[in-house]
């Protein structure tokens, strides 16, 4: 009687966004021992392995926007059939604008685990280093290529109130960051990060309009975008409606102490006007 394999498993594995040195500790070991490697590039693979000394044990197959409708069945298949598969893209951890999504969905759907080797991202490195708000923030990836549909993804971005990060490619930056201007205003705040962790890292901070004049003779290498959220309309100190914001953040999970604090970061209001709000009181200041 023949004994079914036991399932075997999907590794994303995140790969440096520029210096080797940031290459996780057990990237080489899952490389080095995997039975696939799906790469994005398998050029840039083979560069890779040779800046880690390791030479792959398992086959290696390429993976990237236009195959992968095509060879996510057999990738599945293999996993079905009890292989250790990772993932690599160029740079940063698979599925994040990158292919990966579609394994992703597909292994999970046939009972497969779905594990990472967490490593380099582009979007948090940029956040971290951006001088804008971090707390909350979301990922756009990147604008459409055509002005008019790029204008109107920003339009809808507009009253965005969390930190938004964009990826853009250099030859588009400069017609990016103008839509930006145009579209959030040119006072908004914002930072281009151009080659992370590279030997000619840069990045540049200051309102949209400068970044524009900035850009204007093109830009070279890897670009993230970080962009400042819309700031919130006046509120009114209107007791009732600073109560009903503090209600608001507590029902989201936060204490009563960390809700007041929201809302005073939120609205400009008076500390001890939300205070004696929250807390039913009159403030007589």
């Given amino acids: 009687m023949t004994t079914a394999a036991a399932p075997g498993k999907l590794v994303l594995a ?13 990237l080489a070991e899952v490389l080095s021992t995997a039975d696939v490697i799906a790469a ?55 599925s994040v604008s990158d292919p990966g999504y579609r394994l992703v969905a597909a292994a999970v759907e046939a009972g497969i685990r779905v594990t ?40 809808a971005l507009a009253e965005e109130p969390r930190t938004m990060v964009f990826f853009e490619a250099p030859h ?20 281009v990060c151009r080659e992370l962790t590279k030997t000619h890292e840069e990045v540049r901070r200051g309102p949209l309009d400068d970044l524009v004049t900035w850009a204007r003779d093109g830009v070279r290498g890897e670009v993230t975008i970080v962009v400042a959220g819309a700031s919130p309309p006046p509120v009114p100190d209107d007791p009732g409606n600073l109560a009903a914001l503090v209600a608001a953040e507590e ?4 204490t009563r102490k960390d ?27």
């Fill in 14 to 26: 995140a790969t440096p966004i520029g210096h080797i040195g940031d290459a996780p500790p057990r």
């Fill in 40 to 94: 994005e590039d398998t050029r840039r693979l083979r560069r890779l392995l040779g800046d880690l000394g390791i030479k792959p044990t398992g086959s290696v197959v390429s993976y990237f926007e236009g195959n992968e409708v095509a060879r996510t069945p057999d990738l599945v298949a293999a996993l079905v059939g009890g292989a250790q598969v990772v993932l690599v893209t160029d740079a940063g951890m698979p």
């Fill in 116 to 155: 990472a080797v967490p490593g380099p991202s582009a979007v948090l490195t940029a956040l971290a280093v951006s001088g804008l708000p971090v707390d909350r923030f979301s990922f756009e990836g990147f604008l459409p290529r055509k002005a008019g549909e790029r204008q109107r993804a920003i339009a």
């Fill in 172 to 191: 588009r930056t400069h017609a990016a960051l103008e839509a930006m201007a145009l579209g959030f205003g040119g006072t908004r705040d914002a930072a």
């Fill in 251 to 254: 029902a989201a999970g936060l």
């Fill in 259 to 285: 809700a007041i604090a929201a809302v005073v970061r939120r609205t400009g209001a008076a500390k001890r006007a939300v205070y004696a709000a929250a807390h039913g009181l009159v403030d007589r200041s």
